[in-house]
């Protein structure tokens, strides 16, 4: 193994450790995740833009490693996601529209972890303004999963899943609407944390538009459990520009996540009682999740009352997307993909009667789930309805004999949890019988990330599936 190589396998944990110990320097992790993207990104294509010139020159003016200035990551580089606003450097969200966007200034999250000393390598691909979980479109193309290329990866935080999976970064950025921070991480075998809203402060980019909206998080994607939290340290605190956001911890994340212990009492549900899901990646998580077994947690079928889920997310999200995209509609319509095009007409066409009755159920579904929590620690679950598919499939029609009628219903599993509030997070669980990862969502108390990552770490410890990454692309697998 070269001395590069060495670097790219070390965990963000490690690679932390050894920045501020003078061991190793910004400028040589990022030629390492230099000529390792070189190597495996052409196939995947998860990493549509470079700004290596400008890491370089960031890195060589990191503060000393021993000082207080070099923050969290100490110069450790990492990966953004296409829909984050990076100062000069072309930032496109993923759509014809803005091909030739060249932001002058960093949005709120990018210039937090900026702050805490991350060295930004470049962009990671997404879905069109991230909204769907394949990750392709018209600007980039398709991001490939690295245990099949001719799989999906997932979205809409792919590029950053798979950049983190096979060594081209040691954390990445996502954020996460209806799954897009899980579905990935389950498809591509990493974690993927989705924070409590106003956990990480985000404001300034075309996503976060509305500062008041409660569906969309920012948050941490890595390899394991405890370079996620090493990240969300790096990404948490109050700013006065996010009126959502909540102060530091007292405590930093990474410390709970670096003492694992057993929840006392576990629920497990397939499916919420709401949707379809696929046999396999059922018994699989079903499995994960007895596990916990082994550290002395009671586990038991169990779940709070998810009823009118369904319905409650569609209605908000499409509200959302019109607050957010009703102009590109109306100036740039031929140029929006057609799902695009059917988010922003069904939130346009809402009354405001049928946005007040959503909002009010989901208040009631977050009684009932605070209710739930009062006698459960951990309500876990798949983080997502089928295991990895073809990348040619835009979104998932039918599950277990069930026929969708949208693109966005497949993800329920995740996007149902989304209306709770509460922090949730995707581990490796396992893999299919021809070899796919499938992840098992577990869900905290609201606010509770502390205790949720290090119940997140206990099970990563029995399953023993922390430190399978990072890999090297595999070639299709041959299925007769």
């Known amino acids: 193994m070269s001395g590069r190589d ?4 070390m965990s963000a944990c490690e690679a932390v450790t050894r920045l501020k110990a003078g061991d190793v320097s ?31 020159d960031t890195a060589k003016a990191m503060p000393k490693p021993d000082s207080p200035e070099s923050g969290w990551l100490a110069g450790l580089p990492v990966m953004i996601k296409e829909v984050n606003e990076v100062a000069g450097v072309r930032t496109t ?40 979980a394949n990750t392709f479109n018209e600007v980039f193309g398709k991001t490939r999963n690295p245990w099949d290329t001719d799989m999906t990866c997932g979205g809409s935080s792919g590029g950053s899943a ?3 999976a096979t060594g081209m970064s040691w954390l990445a950025t996502g954020n996460d609407l209806g799954g897009s921070l899980r579905t990935p991480a389950s498809f591509c075998s990493v974690v993927g944390l989705r924070p409590s809203v106003g956990r990480v402060a985000q404001a300034n980019g075309l996503m976060s538009q509305d500062a008041y909206q409660s569906l969309v998080v920012e948050g941490p994607i890595g390899r394991d459990v405890a370079d996620v939290a090493l990240m969300l340290d790096a990404q948490s605190g109050h700013n006065p520009q996010d009126p959502k956001s909540l102060a530091a911890p007292a405590s930093p994340f990474l410390q709970s996540a670096r003492a694992p212990r057993a929840p006392k009492r576990v629920g497990f549900s397939p499916n919420l009682g709401i949707g379809p899901m696929d046999r396999e990646v059922a018994a699989i998580c079903s499995a994960a999740a007895a596990r916990f077994a082994d550290g002395g947690s009671t586990v038991e079928d169990a779940a709070p009352d998810f009823t009118g889920a369904m319905d409650i997310f569609q209605t908000l999200r499409a509200a959302l997307f019109a607050t957010i995209a009703a102009p590109l509609l109306d100036n740039h319509r031929e140029q929006l993909k057609p799902e695009m095009v059917w988010q922003v007409e069904k939130g346009m066409a809402l009354s405001s009667g049928e946005v007040g009755r959503a909002s009010v159920a989901r208040t009631g579904l977050y009684q ?11 309500l876990a679950l798949p983080a997502a309805t089928v295991a990895p598919f073809d990348v040619n499939i835009r979104y998932i029609e039918e599950v277990d004999g069930h026929v969708f009628d949208n693109y966005v219903d497949w993800i329920y599993i995740t996007y149902a949890i989304t209306l709770t509030g509460c922090p949730a997070i995707s581990v490796p669980a396992g893999f299919t019988e021809s070899g796919l ?8 108390r609201p606010y509770g ?24 692309p595999k070639a299709p697998i041959s299925r007769t």
């Open 368 to 378: 009932r789930v605070a209710a739930w929590f009062e006698d459960y620690d951990v």
């Open 93 to 132: 969200y993923g759509s014809p529209i803005f091909v030739d966007h060249v932001p002058a200034h960093d949005d709120l999250m990018v210039d937090t972890l900026k702050r805490r000393g991350a060295v930004v390598l470049g962009k990671s691909n997404i879905p069109e303004f991230a909204a769907g």
């Open 6 to 9: 060495e670097l790219i396998a």
């Open 449 to 472: 990330e502390a205790e949720l990552l290090s119940y997140a770490a206990q099970l990563e410890e029995i399953l023993a599936l922390g430190k399978i990454t990072p890999v090297d």
């Open 26 to 56: 910004p400028v040589e992790l990022v030629d390492a995740a230099a000529a390792r993207i070189e190597a495996v990104n052409p196939a995947v294509n998860a990493i549509p833009t470079l700004c290596l010139d400008l890491a370089r």
């Open 437 to 444: 990862p499938v992840g098992i969502q577990l869900v905290g």
């Open 162 to 164: 798979v950049s983190v």
